[in-house]
């Protein structure tokens, strides 16, 4: 059994390892992952057809824990406990909720977090809502409990029946409201070292790609010498036929170094120099935390081309890289399609799916190429394949549905 530690408006954890109100889906996985001896089963829920309509949850079914995430911005906005005989809880120096010997009763609840205001009575849901900031207590309360007449407001004399009823679900959120709705910034906490993106521009001239806007957060010393940390903002413009050493100066060393053993794309290449294989091999820079890999030319070592990844859910790269908010200006052909749409400029965003973009850019019969992932350990990929689309010096890898996976952009002749 999980015995944790609840800091309101913050984190729920131990010694061990903590989960932190903001911090990135693929963060709260990965600290998952370390604790695979005592966290047993794991279950990550979603919308597989619209997955910027649901939350994005992380199920401890085990330990009645949930982890819910916004969808769009993937960082954690609520910790749910709700099932608190399966848990541990203790605030501060003390335990609330010790299963089969401190039950968490409405009283333990004041005893153990102070005073706060009065609870409100959710006649429709039959519950009564205890709250302080970042925190929530839920107590079953049945129509036979009663109200100032007219008010909606529970009975001021508080009963012996109230004191003892039972946590039966416990949130914790930031801010003082529950389901306000706001999503925290990314805790100082969870940067250790690495950037992150708050938006990557693709800056494009003439119809054509030259390079990436990079709006950047990065975490340093308050003063010299200080362990205390602060958020700094930083732009960055990389273009294509960047140094590796332009690359890191400006993104910082990359999470992994990946070298191509093969391009599975060569094929469709027109040039009959494909049939030549070099004895040098093409290398990426992952940034996992940005969202994308640069490719560098075996030869030259400059950038040639840019991957940027969404992260959605029931994609195979899912949780290895966090979501890159990349914006892509496409203008429209030369053609009705703009009078229709009444513009003649696309935003393109994680959040747009494909065929709104064959729409605007009017190329209802491209076929894709089919891009299917076996599995490194049985040959099987259980998210099936992806469709790549390729628009001017853009590849649009695309999912069953219809969202983008990913975005590749390389230098067109």
């Known amino acids: 059994m ?29 600290t998952l992952k370390t604790q695979n001896q005592v966290i047993k089963d794991v279950q990550i829920l979603y919308s597989e057809q619209e997955p ?64 706060t205001f009065l609870h409100e009575h959710d006649q429709m849901h039959q519950r009564l809502v205890l709250s302080f900031r970042g925190i929530s207590f839920w107590f079953p309360a049945d129509a036979k409990y009663k109200s100032i007449e007219g008010c909606g407001l529970p009975d001021l004399d508080i009963s ?13 959120y930031s801010g003082n409201k529950f389901n306000s709705g706001s999503c925290p910034d990314l805790p100082i906490a969870c940067y250790h ?4 993106a708050e938006e990557v521009l693709v800056v494009r001239s003439l119809g054509k790609v030259e390079g990436l806007r990079l709006n950047l957060f990065l975490e340093v010393r308050v003063a010299r010498g200080s362990s205390e940390l602060r958020r ?18 400006m993104l910082g060393a990359p999470s992994k170094i990946f070298y191509k053993d093969e391009d599975k794309m060569v094929i469709h290449d027109p040039s009959p120099r494909k049939i030549h294989r070099s004895h040098h091999s093409d290398y990426f820079f992952n940034y996992f ?18 991957v940027l990844h969404t992260n959605f859910p029931g994609h195979y790269d899912f949780e290895m890289y966090h979501r890159c908010n990349f914006l892509i200006k496409m203008k429209a052909p030369l053609n009705d399609t703009a009078d229709l749409l009444g513009d ?70």
């Open 2 to 30: 999980l015995d944790l530690f609840v800091v309101p408006e913050h984190s729920l954890g131990n010694e061990q390892w903590e989960v932190i109100l903001g911090m990135t889906v693929c963060q709260a996985v990965h």
């Open 52 to 115: 910027l309509q649901q939350d994005i949850v992380i199920d401890l079914t085990q330990d009645g824990i949930r982890f819910k995430f916004d969808a769009k911005c993937q960082r954690l906005k609520v910790i749910e406990v709700y099932d608190l005989t399966k848990v541990k809880l203790r605030y501060s120096r003390s335990y609330f909720n010790l299963p089969d010997n401190i039950p968490p009763t409405y009283r333990k609840i004041e005893e153990s977090f102070g005073a």
């Open 160 to 172: 012996c029946e109230t004191l003892s009823l039972i946590v039966s679900r416990m949130f914790i």
């Open 193 to 196: 070292g690495q950037a992150y």
């Open 232 to 249: 700094e903002y930083r732009e960055e413009f990389l273009p294509f036929g960047s140094s590796c050493e332009d690359v890191v100066r």
């Open 289 to 306: 935390t940005l969202g994308m890999d640069v490719l560098f030319d075996a030869v030259s070592h400059t950038s040639k081309k840019f």
């Open 344 to 413: 003649d400029e696309m935003d393109i965003t994680p959040s747009v799916k494909w065929d709104i973009i064959q729409h605007f850019l009017n190329k209802p019969d491209v076929r894709p190429v089919v891009l299917n992932r076996p599995s490194s350990t049985n040959t099987i990929n259980p998210f099936g394949p992806t469709f790549c689309y390729v628009v001017e010096d853009i590849i649009f890898e695309v999912m069953a549905s219809g969202y983008i996976s990913s975005i590749t952009l390389f230098q067109s002749d």
